[in-house]
């Protein structure tokens, strides 16, 4: 019933950009906090960028300045642009849906993911 379908990844030379999708369906998008996070072989999932439902950003250092996170509630779809892409920026790409603001509901949930492979 809910579904987070993650698009828009693929393999890039440094450099260069890639815009993720993410289109939410089984849910009151507006009132969530939306989530970029990613997650290499080998190592934990990150955060890479969120923004609220009023529209506020948060971003990881290491992306700060190259990645731009937004939202568009009236296609309850979220973005994430990215610049100058880095080796580094290599990983499986999800997206998450948050909110935590009734005692009755709450929820995180998370998409498939989508693959960001970045040659150097």
């Known amino acids: 019933q809910v579904q987070l379908v993650e698009s828009g990844g693929g393999l890039v030379q440094a450099g260069g950009s890639l815009r993720l999708s993410c289109a939410a369906s089984?849910?009151?998008?507006?009132?969530?906090?939306m989530g970029w996070y990613r997650q290499a072989p080998g190592k934990q999932r990150e955060l890479v960028a969120t923004?609220?439902?009023?529209?506020?950003?948060n971003y990881a250092d290491s992306v700060k300045g190259r990645f731009t996170i937004s939202r568009d509630n009236a296609k309850n779809t979220v973005y994430l642009q990215m610049n100058s892409l880095k080796p580094e920026d290599t990983a499986v790409y999800y997206c998450n849906a948050h909110y935590n603001g009734s005692y009755y509901l709450n929820y995180d949930y998370w998409g498939q993911g989508t693959q960001v492979t970045v040659s150097s």
């Open positions: 089984g849910i009151i998008f507006s009132i969530n906090t």
């Open positions: 923004i609220t439902s009023g529209a506020s950003t």
